[in-house]
């Protein structure tokens, strides 16, 4: 059971090599109180073969929703780097529905995105990258060691 006076914040990142290349993602997952002090931390992150730096940033938050406990029903906050993630759910995606969703580059992944935030509070903020925030620079760090792995 989750505390209801209890907030998620999910950081997350994605890297490219060579973009299009080898791709990797993170995302940073901190449940919060209502005083913004720290309940949990956990982490998740993946990697594609080939891929594109759009793409890795679109998995970050994914995979960072997709590790939300099912039973979690309060507030979550996304916070990313990307502006084509952050305008892309909170400006575009309603004209993208009703116009189709199958026309966007990435559609399979804007879906997947739309069905984890349907029926949810979430929102998505957009920081500056690479500017001292320190939960989006350790996503970063995350997602640049996990793309270091090798991929089998």
């Known amino acids: 059971m989750h505390n209801t006076n209890t907030s998620l914040h999910i950081y997350t990142d994605g890297s490219c090599l060579n973009n299009p290349g080898r791709s990797a993602f993170s995302a940073i997952i901190e449940e919060v109180t209502e005083d913004g002090d720290l309940v949990k931390r956990w982490t998740a992150t993946g990697r594609e073969k080939d891929s594109t730096n759009q793409r890795a940033e679109l998995l970050a938050a994914i995979e960072g929703l997709r590790a939300v406990p099912s039973d979690f029903d309060g507030k979550i906050v996304v916070v ?73």
């Open 80 to 152: 990313t780097d990307s502006r084509y993630l952050s305008d892309g759910m909170e400006k575009w995606m309603p004209g993208w529905k009703a116009k189709g969703l199958d026309k966007r580059p990435n559609a399979d992944l804007w879906r997947i995105l739309n069905k984890l935030s349907d029926n949810k509070n979430i929102r998505f903020k957009w920081v500056k990258g690479h500017s001292g925030h320190s939960s989006n620079e350790t996503a970063h760090a995350l997602a640049y060691l996990t793309l270091q792995t090798e991929i089998a």
